[in-house]
């Protein structure tokens, strides 16, 4: 069974940077593309970066600049690195990946971004 354990701190000052990690298992790690999405108050998920197993990233126009998505596959992880967080990034973040035409959700972290 695919398992997606995130973890991070939720509460930032507007201008800071957030790191959030996402631990995979059940899975063969190393063949999935890995995402993250967010969902802001009040609006739709939305795919915030994503990398495909040789590394090649793609992201969000809305943090393009500002993050990076990362993966170590010896650890089955993926982490997200956002910078100069604004109060727009406020959201709910999710690790995800699509496996074997499944999706599969971490629990989520609530991000606050405090200006």
């Known amino acids: 069974q695919v398992r997606l354990v995130q973890s991070g701190r939720g509460l930032v000052q507007a201008g800071e940077a957030l790191r959030l990690s996402c631990a995979a298992s059940g899975l063969n790690f190393k063949i999935a593309t890995m995402a993250w999405y967010r969902q802001p108050p009040g609006n739709e998920r939305e795919l915030v970066a994503e990398i495909a197993s040789d590394g090649s990233p793609n992201y969000a126009d809305s943090v393009k600049g500002r993050a990076t998505i990362s993966r170590d596959n010896p650890r089955n992880r993926v982490d997200l690195q956002l910078n100069n967080l604004k109060p727009e990034d406020t959201a709910v973040y999710y690790c995800?990946?699509?496996?074997?035409?499944?999706?599969?959700w971490g629990q989520g972290t609530q991000v606050i971004v405090s200006s």
């Open positions: 995800n990946t699509r496996y074997y035409s499944r999706n599969f």
